[in-house]
Antibody
Framework: DVQLVESGGGLVKPGGSLRLSCAAS????????MNWVRQAPGKGLKWVSY????????YSADSVKGRFTISRDNAKNSLFLQMNSLRVEDTAVYYC??????????????WGQGALVTVSS | QSALTQPASVSGSPGQSITISCTGT?????????VSWYQQHPGKAPKLMIF???IRPSGVPNRFSGSKSGNTASLTISGLQAEDEADYFC???????????FGAGTKVTV
């Protein structure tokens, strides 16, 4: 079965840094593009970042460009999100989500359970 | 403010049909067939229900269906069941630098 397990969330002060990890299993990790999607408390989902299968290309939402960096280690079946210069408005549950491969591929076919990041002084 | 507009809530009785709308622009929904829908129960991860406007992944009941007309996509749940009570989010590929845009979500009450 496909499993995505996030870790690394926690409480951090504004301006601080945090690194999220997502451990993947049950599929050939290097065959899939991967995303981070976040959900602020009581709010809707927002796409954060995407990385291609080899890690050569990355894309990020304007709200996190220059502050967040997505990366992956295919040898360790792991996805990462380095978050710097954190702001209160970055508080959210961060989900690791696999890019679908059926059809257009412009969807998320599996999601992790999420990691809560709280930015507060 | 979310890029895609969904009703905040929709309700129905068991066995009835409901439809959730998702309205965007020509830069997202209207310009592609890359609309997907996700179901999220409280405290749980989202689950893919529909992709590419109307395709159901394996394991999703056929009472869930999707469609699109112009800049508006729709998710219809036929034969509503108690376990369908959840939040539903639409998303679309967008031609902007954001890649994806989401709706704010619709709470379905059975």
């Amino acid at each position: 079965d496909v499993q995505l397990v996030e870790s690394g969330g926690g409480l951090v002060k504004p301006g601080g840094s945090l690194r999220l990890s997502c451990a993947a299993s049950g599929f050939i990790f290097s065959d899939y593009g991967m995303n981070w999607v976040r959900q602020a408390p009581g709010k809707g989902l927002k796409w954060v970042s995407y990385i291609t299968t080899t890690g050569t290309d990355t894309y990020s939402a304007d709200s996190v460009k220059g502050r967040f960096t997505i990366s992956r280690d295919n040898a360790k079946n792991s996805l990462f999100l380095q978050m710097n210069s954190l702001r209160v408005e970055d508080t959210a549950v961060y989900y690791c989500a696999r890019r679908g491969v059926r059809g257009s591929g412009w969807h998320f076919d599996y999601w992790g359970q999420g990691a809560l990041v709280t930015v507060s002084s | 403010q979310s890029a895609l507009t969904q009703p905040a809530s929709v309700s129905g009785s068991p066995g009835q049909s409901i439809t959730i709308s998702c309205t965007g622009t020509s830069g997202d929904i209207g310009g592609s067939n890359y609309v997907s829908w996700y179901q999220q129960h409280p405290g749980k991860a989202p689950k893919l229900m529909i992709f590419d406007v109307s395709i159901r992944p394996s394991g999703v009941p056929n009472r869930f269906s999707g469609s699109k007309s112009g800049n508006t996509a729709s998710l219809t749940i036929s034969g509503l069941q108690a376990e369908d009570e959840a939040d539903y989010f639409c998303t679309s590929y967008t031609s902007t630098s954001s890649l994806y845009v989401f709706g704010a979500g619709t709470k379905v009450t059975v």
